[in-house]
């Protein structure tokens, strides 16, 4: 029997116009957390299970620290998701970056 995952989180990461990086978490019908990380220039894919969200938060926020080297996030939240965690980007849009 299949279980349905529930799409918790996406990110989206641009530079400009151009995306970059895609970020989605999925939480699924026993507890278990997905983080999938895609490279768009790259046209790479990582997937990761975790066992609890903490985990996955921390794998979600490492995504996202990793991606603002190069461009700024765009989070988009599921209305009944509250992200646990220290440390949670908040959704929408990022500011751009300051340049000097």
Same mark, same amino acid.
Do not use: K
């Given at each position: 029997?299949?279980?349905?995952?529930?799409?918790? &989180?996406?990110?989206?990461?641009? !530079?400009?116009?151009?995306?970059?990086?895609?970020?989605?978490?999925?939480?699924?019908? /026993?507890?278990?957390?997905? @983080? +999938?990380? @895609?490279?768009? &220039?790259?046209?790479?894919?990582?997937?990761?299970?975790?066992?609890?969200?903490?985990?996955?938060? +921390?794998? %979600? &926020?490492?995504?996202? =620290?990793?991606? =603002?080297?190069? $461009?700024?996030?765009? /989070? +988009?939240?599921? !209305?009944?998701?509250?992200? +646990? $965690?220290?440390? @949670?980007?908040?959704?929408?849009?990022?500011?751009?970056?300051? %340049?000097?």
């Amino acid at each position: 029997m299949a279980f349905r995952n529930q799409l918790r &989180e996406i990110g989206e990461c641009y !530079s400009g116009n151009r995306a970059l990086l895609r970020v989605e978490l999925r939480q699924s019908g /026993i507890g278990a957390w997905q @983080v +999938q990380v @895609v490279d768009r &220039e790259e046209n790479r894919r990582i997937d990761s299970s975790f066992d609890n969200e903490a985990a996955a938060r +921390q794998a %979600t &926020e490492t995504a996202y =620290r990793y991606g =603002r080297q190069f $461009g700024r996030w765009n /989070i +988009q939240r599921a !209305s009944d998701y509250d992200p +646990q $965690g220290t440390t @949670v980007t908040p959704a929408g849009w990022e500011p751009n970056p300051v %340049t000097t």
